[in-house]
Every structure is written in structure tokens, then in C-alpha cells.
């Protein structure tokens, strides 16, 4: 994994969450928050997890699920784990 | 063929009844490959030939997928045993499934539920439907899980 930009990750996670929650990659930006801006309910997040999850082979944490509330979060979590 | 539970246990945990309840055995419970693979006897009686189809009865989709859910329940209770111990409510959340071949009356439905994630009120879990060592349905399905007294 360390040898993949992580600004080409992190285009591939936007485009999968804007697939899961069906709202265009242009209304989700980094700080639009899934609950509160972009209507997602707990099961789409929990889908976005184990997606995530699945492609870079990360695992993370039930409790950490409440936290990630916007994509830079996801961005902040994944680049912690993947660069680690 | 040895069961891993009796009729009473599946009952205790499957909050469907007849004429709902499509478990009619638990065959396996794999904890290290994280799976359980039950057992559905399709037969002439089922209500639901009598209109699915008039003189061609074929097992509806619909309660393939539910058999699996209900597979998936079990899987659930195997890995969040204090959750489901308090009765919850499960439902649906996503379900992405195929169908390969038609099931008939007489046919043995062999259904495996592998974990792919589980957490305290969620679950998501990949089934596959078996008839004679055949896959005749897979699914991947998301579930939630609530107890009675949450909002």
C-alpha cells in the first residue's frame, strides 16, 4: 500500500461513498457531515465501513464508527492506518 | 445427519413463527470459519405453493432470501450471544442476492451464512443457498439489530 499516492486513495474512497449513499461526488465534500448534510442513516455508514474495510485491508474499530462523521475523518483514520 | 440445536433453541432465537419460521434445522456451527450452515425441508405443504405457482409450485425467491436471513439471525446469536439473548428486533437493511435455479418440493435447503462483519446492533453476511451441493442462490445481506426499548 505505501507505494500508493494517498491522494489517489482518497479519490477512490470518495467516489465509493458517493456510490453507497447515492449523492454526487460534487455535493460531498470533505467537511459535509454524513448525518446532519447528507442524510446517511447508520446501516449506509456501517456500509461504507466494511467497504472500506474490505478494498484496504484495515480493520476498524466499532467504536471509531460514531466518530467518523465527515469524509476528512475517513481520510484522517485511513491515512494513520495505511501509512503506519 | 447430527443437528448442533434443537427445534427449541432455533425457536428461542428466531423471533418468526410459523407459519415464518424457514429453519428447520441448525446442521453446523463453524465458529472458526465463522459460519453456521441450517437446514430448510421444502415440501408440497408449504402454504405458499398453493399460489406460487397454481399446478407448478416453485419456492419464491423472497422466502429464499428470508431462509437466509433467518440463517443469518442464528450466525448473529452465535457471535452476540448477550444481544440476542434480550429478544431483539432484527430487520433488514440491504440486500444484493441472485438466483442460479429454481427449488421444488422435495428439494433440501442447504443454507450457509458466513460472517463478513458483525458488531453489536448490526450485522453483514454472505449466503449461499445449496440444493444437492448446487448453489441455487447467494446473497449478501445487511442487517440491523435493535432492542425492543430503543427509540
Not at chain 1, 467516489?15 to 454524513?34: H, P, Q, Y
Not at chain 2, 433453541?9 to 429453519?23: D, R, S, T
Amino acid at each position: 500500500m505505501g507505494e500508493k499516492n494517498f491522494e489517489q486513495i482518497k479519490k477512490e474512497i470518495k467516489s465509493m461513498i458517493s456510490e453507497i449513499i447515492e449523492v454526487s461526488e460534487s455535493k460531498l465534500t470533505e467537511d459535509a457531515r454524513f448525518v446532519e448534510d447528507l442524510d446517511v442513516d447508520s446501516m449506509r455508514a456501517l456500509e461504507i465501513v466494511a467497504s472500506i474495510e474490505k478494498k484496504y485491508k484495515v480493520a476498524i474499530p466499532e467504536d471509531q464508527i460514531r466518530t467518523l462523521r465527515s469524509l476528512k475523518n475517513i481520510y484522517d483514520l485511513l491515512e494513520k492506518s495505511i501509512k503506519k | 445427519m447430527e443437528n448442533a440445536w434443537d427445534i427449541q433453541k432455533i425457536q428461542e432465537v428466531l423471533p418468526q413463527k410459523y407459519p415464518f419460521l424457514f429453519i428447520d434445522n441448525v446442521l453446523e456451527i463453524d465458529k472458526k470459519q465463522e459460519k453456521v450452515i441450517c437446514l430448510k425441508n421444502v415440501t408440497v405443504n408449504d402454504y405458499f405453493f398453493k399460489g406460487h405457482f397454481p399446478g407448478n409450485p416453485i419456492l419464491p425467491g423472497a422466502i429464499i432470501i428470508e431462509a437466509m436471513s433467518q440463517a443469518s439471525i442464528i450466525l448473529f446469536s452465535v457471535f452476540k450471544p448477550e444481544v440476542a439473548k434480550k429478544k431483539p428486533d432484527y430487520y433488514l437493511a440491504k440486500v444484493e442476492s441472485r438466483f442460479l435455479k429454481p427449488v421444488r418440493p422435495g428439494d433440501q435447503l442447504i443454507l450457509e451464512a458466513k460472517k463478513e462483519k458483525m458488531l453489536q446492533n448490526a450485522g453483514i453476511v454472505k449466503a449461499t443457498a445449496k440444493v444437492n451441493d448446487e448453489v441455487v442462490a447467494e446473497a449478501h445481506i445487511m442487517f440491523g439489530v435493535k432492542q425492543k426499548d430503543e427509540k
